[in-house]
T-cell receptor
Framework: GAVVSQHPSWVICKSGTSVKIECRSL??????MFWYRQFPKQSLMLMAT?????????EQGVEKDKFLINHASLTLSTLTVTSAHPEDSSFYIC??????????????FGPGTRLTVL | GENVEQHPSTLSVQEGDSAVIKCTYS??????FPWYKQELGKGPQLIID?????GEKKDQRIAVTLNKTAKHFSLHITETQPEDSAVYFC??????????FGAGTRLTVKP
């Protein structure tokens, strides 16, 4: 149980284009989903927290107009990197937190999406 | 806010030996402490967690201890195997607050 999927697993795009990454909780409902960015050999950097049906809360320094987050259902959140530039190249990871029981506090992570912007 | 520190940043052990990773946290209200294992190119996987109402939890070769008074918790891996090689992250949170992660420990188990 508690499986989180991400799609795509990797993507290469041209500078100036937009890329959408999907995060799904496959066997549980997630009131809250999180988006992280990870640079090589570094820890997870929280970008934003999204709650189903409401606007995402962005961490300081993260441009909300560049990283659009939508959490339309209890099992799906999307991150769209708009007008991507080479400096946006990174490993993006989502996580989902359960709504009840033992999964209420636990965050389960997706496998990550490697974004390369040329 | 919560601040989590993790040590060491790198750890190398011989196969069969034990490995210990330590974390400290700053927010005394934190009550949930998970540990994640991240292999190269993959997302973090939850390997064990502990809540503040217990002092120790064990799952086969993995154990976690929690000292609430000192505000530190540790991951213990016994009889290490090469497949245990990965980056390990500790984290701390309470209620529905954001989870804060340590900087990670790169564990290498030499065969």
């Amino acid at each position: 149980g508690a499986v989180v999927s991400q799609h795509p697993s990797w993507v290469i795009c041209k500078s100036g284009t937009s890329v959408k990454i999907e995060c799904r909780s496959l066997d549980f409902q997630a009131t809250t989903m999180f988006w992280y960015r990870q640079f090589p050999k570094q820890s997870l950097m929280l970008m934003a927290t999204s709650n189903e049906g409401s606007k995402a809360t962005y961490e300081q320094g993260v441009e909300k107009d560049k990283f659009l987050i939508n959490h339309a259902s209890l099992t799906l959140s999307t991150l769209t990197v708009t007008s991507a530039h080479p400096e946006d190249s990174s490993f993006y990871i989502c996580s989902a937190r359960g709504t009840s029981g033992g999964a209420r506090d636990t965050q389960y992570f997706g496998p990550g999406t490697r974004l390369t912007v040329l | 806010g919560e601040n989590v520190e993790q040590h060491p940043s790198t750890l190398s052990v011989q196969e069969g030996d034990s490995a210990v990773i330590k974390c400290t946290y700053s927010d005394s209200a934190s009550n949930y402490f998970p540990w994640y294992k991240q292999e190269l190119g993959k997302g973090p996987q939850l390997i064990i967690d502990i809540r503040s109402n217990v002092g120790e939890k064990k799952d086969q070769r993995i154990a976690v201890t929690l000292n609430k008074t000192a505000k530190h918790f540790s991951l213990h891996i016994t009889e290490t195997q090469p497949e245990d090689s990965a980056v390990y992250f500790c984290a701390a949170s309470h209620a529905n607050n954001d989870m804060r992660f340590g900087a990670g420990t790169r564990l290498t188990v030499k065969p």
